[in-house]
């Protein structure tokens, strides 16, 4: 857990949000800080320890297989930014696949 | 009764009783939550039709011989959980004209327990603050003092239920945003154990620690109102399929034989002095209510924070994905669907978010997974085994909640110093413990101009909210701190 | 120049599974339909819905994997990949990681010839499949050069299998009988429709070529867009010569993602610089992790039928039944299950096979019920297969007594009694049709006993239809010579 550089911009793209220069140097400030205080965790002896996903231990929680009905048509476009034929429209893809 | 002060167990009795209409309640808190949200800013959302819809159908109910545990009691509901045909926000710009097609379950089940919606209530943006300032839809402020703030990130669901706009509110609790909240604003806060209400139709931040919970001005309110809301849900995986118990009818009036546990890591030395003397006073008024004063260890307890905004920003960063503009919420245009991505959760995300997004984003890239977010879950565990060996040598851990009454506005500009405000709560999150904040006295923060409420956390062990309410419950009725500070005027009048 | 290479090949497939709702809602599972119209507050992730998961599908998988002798681990869990694309509600797929429900396993296959392969699996794991995007505005409907995609939700959310295979194959040809058996196997199942046109299987091959002998791998492509068995056929073969032809160029194989394209029979590379992906898979926070109980696995696996491999070999070398004639049935499991049953009870598997795929099979093609749902039942057919082999009736009368049982049901040795259709081999009762017909017949008698031997099977004709087909042919012919002789 080093405190080196990180690229926020990197970071930023894989969450898809777009950064100006300020911010960039605002969140990577901050983000280093963070990182600083978060390096305590180094001191603490996790060798024999399993990962905590859940506190509650259940399993095999499952739902039988059983249809339930579905939303109107016109509830699920309500909220919709572009809509066209029923479909939601989103600008051009581009694709990793060309 | 006045409808305004009386306490949810008040309200129902006398609606059930049909000494006073549900719809009276309803015409009498309409406007007197308004007026008084004029200087509060709790609520983003009044919901006054609704709120007259059911209140006829409670009377209707009433009517045909039904008694309702919370008939015509007046709530406010965090703007993170749905209410069908609502406009249901997250006090995010990216969610701003949302209106929720479905109702999440603890909010249906309050309803249908007789409780009244009176609105949606303020937040710190995707429940991420500790103040309430992190909202980018209004600016909630302290019932007791206008120029601090409510703590968050349940802010409006506090200042409403502590400002009297609202007799019961929901809250969720990820890190300590029902129980921080609740002493800034003079309520009794209750975050259940996880997976004891369910989550379903409440906007995830990080679903393995978000939880929620009621506020009430009384132990008996938030017990009544969890009663309503909690149990099994087959829509919520994490949800808890065992027994639920009840609380609000076990709730008890002495502390007789009760192991209280002092966490030894936790001196109250690292606090203001009229803050640390408020909680002295609070642990010797818990041993004369007969209870024994054990001192246990939590030596990982200090991990806590560092834990917490690794998993929980990781957690919400995976969350928060879906607001891209496609289905629903806000889109900014662009040239292709990554422009378009990016400029929409660029404008409709505020600056914490983005940060904990970016956090988040980090610790579970390629190369940094274990070192960030796997060694943050193995050091949960350590933190829950911590809780768990403490629990064998007492029945509860009493503690401060926050570790400062509430603040002024922009007083935190830093955000690790924000983060600090929950050092006591994020440790009890990660175990997933039951716990609360109950009004434990008050203290006058340096420059302020009068004494601000303090909260006394109890936490207990997994699923034991009945003992726990019940402890807090004959606290509460000992010391009656809650009636020792008063709203400002504004609020009261 | 071809010889002197091998191909290394290892095929991953996604394969929806048949259940009557989708992964993680009761939405649902359906082909088709107007776009937006099978979607919930879950699978199109409205903000506040959580999934649950669908115990069938569950199920299924532990099938698919016991099928293939796979492990069935005593931990299993969701994670959650990270990624954003349109058609992907939440931006992230739940899917499994690093503890899928299956590990290992091996397909066994044949080929057309006969020869038996197998190929090992990697893992089978349990995640949910992605809406659709239509790509308009370019003419073409490709994502190239369009200005918009349209989105349906439909399929987001329904429960997909991916089914990673070990690099064990090494022609077209043996990808074709791979995907083949796992399509029988999940057909058989019901685990799958196996639809390819309705996009229920899609499949990407990893191809590598090595000069023969060599030990080390090849650089690898990965080939997608197939949409049939036989494209997948034909990409591998392009692919192949693609390769064969750089190296042998002096060029080398980079590792690239192609596309098939079925109107020009070649790959074409479909990324200009390799993308790094990062998915931050880390375990799904909505869900609680699987320990399915033994006991569960174990029902499961004796509720399961025989896998088509199974029956491929048993079928083949136990009742030496021709490979064509073996994959016709197999192909059909219904059809197949009615075969294994006819033969469970006569123990005839040739004259079982004769009458599933001759008439049996062409009466059901006739009226378009399938055998398996018509009114003979395995027991009538096994009856009927009895009495044919005991010589009661003859053949003609065994078709006309299934035409019985086809429309009316029943049992064959009813109809045989009920109709007095059992072949007569009492010679007093045949002598009676003989005389009346040698008597009616005095030229033909002539005939034949002028030596032309042909008229002799007029006559057993004639006896045959005066004793409505009932008269043993062989006995009718041997009183037939008797009497003339004697005349």
Known sequence: MATERIDVRGVARLARLALSDEEVERYGAQLEDLLKHVDDLKQLDTSDVAATAQVIESRNVTRPDVITPCLAHEVVMAGAPQAQHGFFRVPKIIAEAE | MDPVRASAREIARAVNAREVSALEIAETMIPHAAAVDEHLGAYLTFTPDLMREHARRVDARVAAGETLPLAGVPAAIKDNMCLLGTRTTCASKILEQWIAPYTATAVGRLLAAGALPIGKTNMDEFAMGSSGENSALGKTKNPYDLDRVPGGSSAGSAAAVGGFAATISTGSDTGGSIREPAAFCNVVGFKPTYGRVSRYGLIAFASSLDQIGPFGRTVEDAALTYDAMGGHDPMDATSVDRAFETTADHLREDLRGVRVGIVKEFATSDLAPDVAAAYEAAYNDLVKLGAELVEVELPTAKYGLSTYYLIAPAECSSNLARFDGVRYGLRVDGADVGEMYEKTRAAGFGPEVKRRILIGTYALSSGYYDAYYVKAQKARTRIAADFRRAFEKCDVIASPAASAPAFTFNAKSDPYSMYLMDYYTIPVSLAGLPSLSVPCGSATPEGGARPMPLGLQLASPLFTERALLGYAHAYERATQHAAKVAPVQVVTS | ?487
Not at chain 3, 299 to 310: C, D, L
Not at chain 3, 404 to 420: F, H, N, T
Not at chain 3, 455 to 474: D, I, T, W, Y
């Open chain 3, 1 to 487: 120049m071809r010889d002197a290479y091998e191909a290394v090949i290892g095929i991953e497939c996604h394969v929806e599974l048949k259940t009557h709702s989708k992964m993680f809602c009761g939405c649902a599972n359906e082909f088709g339909g107007e776009p937006n119209t099978k979607v919930c507050p879950v699978c199109l992730a409205l903000p506040g819905a959580l999934p649950v998961p669908n115990a069938q599908a569950i199920e299924l998988m532990v099938k698919a994997g016991l099928a293939f002798d796979a492990e069935i681990p005593a931990f299993s869990k969701f994670d959650r990949k990270n990624y954003f694309y349109p058609d992907m509600p939440k931006n992230y797929q739940i899917s499994q990681f690093d503890m899928p429900l299956t590990q290992g396993g091996v397909v066994h296959y044949w080929l057309s010839d006969g020869t038996k392969k197998s190929c090992r699996l990697t893992r089978i794991h349990l995640e949910e499949d992605t809406g659709k995007s239509t790509h308009a505005g370019s003419g073409d409907g490709r994502i190239a050069g369009s200005s918009y995609s349209l989105v349906d939700f439909n399929r987001a959310g329904v429960p997909l299998m991916e089914c990673v295979g070990e690099p064990d194959i090494r022609s077209a040809e043996e990808a074709v009988g791979y995907l083949e058996a796992l399509k029988r196997t999940f057909v058989e199942l019901g685990v799958s429709d196996v639809k390819m046109e309705e996009g229920s299987l899609r499949c990407d091959a990893n191809v590598s070529v090595r000069k023969r002998g060599a030990t080390e791998y090849g650089t690898k492509a990965e080939i997608k867009n197939m949409n049939s068995f036989r494209s997948v056929h034909d990409a591998i073969e392009s692919e192949i010569d693609r390769q064969i032809a750089v190296l042998e160029g002096g060029g080398r194989v980079i590792q690239e993602t192609r596309g098939w394209d079925e109107a020009a029979g070649v790959t074409h590379s479909m990324r200009s610089k390799e993308q790094a992906h990062d998915y931050r898979y880390f375990p799904e926070p909505d869900l609680v992790p699987l320990e399915l109980d033994r006991a569960l696995i174990e029902r499961i696996r004796a509720s399961m039928p025989p896998v088509p491999f199974e029956r491929f070999e048993r079928y083949t070398e136990q009742f030496g039944i021709s490979v064509k004639q073996t994959t016709q049935l197999v192909d059909n499991p219904p059809l197949a299950g009615y075969f294994d049953r006819v033969v469970a009870i006569c123990n005839a598997p040739g004259a079982a096979l004769n009458f599933v795929l001759g008439d049996l099979s062409r009466l059901a093609n006739e009226s378009g019920t399938p055998v398996a749902e018509g009114k003979v039942t395995p027991a009538a057919l096994a009856e009927l297969i009895a009495l044919t082999e005991a010589k009661t009736i003859n053949s003609k009368i065994a078709k006309d007594v299934l035409v019985r049982l086809w429309s009316d049901g029943g049992s064959a040795k009813a109809i045989v009694e009920s109709e007095g259709l059992a072949q007569v081999s009492d010679p007093g009762a045949i002598a009676q049709f003989v005389d009346d017909v040698l008597a009616a017949n005095g030229d033909s008698v002539a005939q034949f006993k002028a030596g032309k031997e042909n008229v002799l099977k007029f006559l057993v004709g004639q006896v045959m239809k005066a004793s409505r087909g009932k008269a043993n042919p062989e006995l009718v012919e041997a009183l037939l010579r008797e009497k003339i002789a004697a005349r």
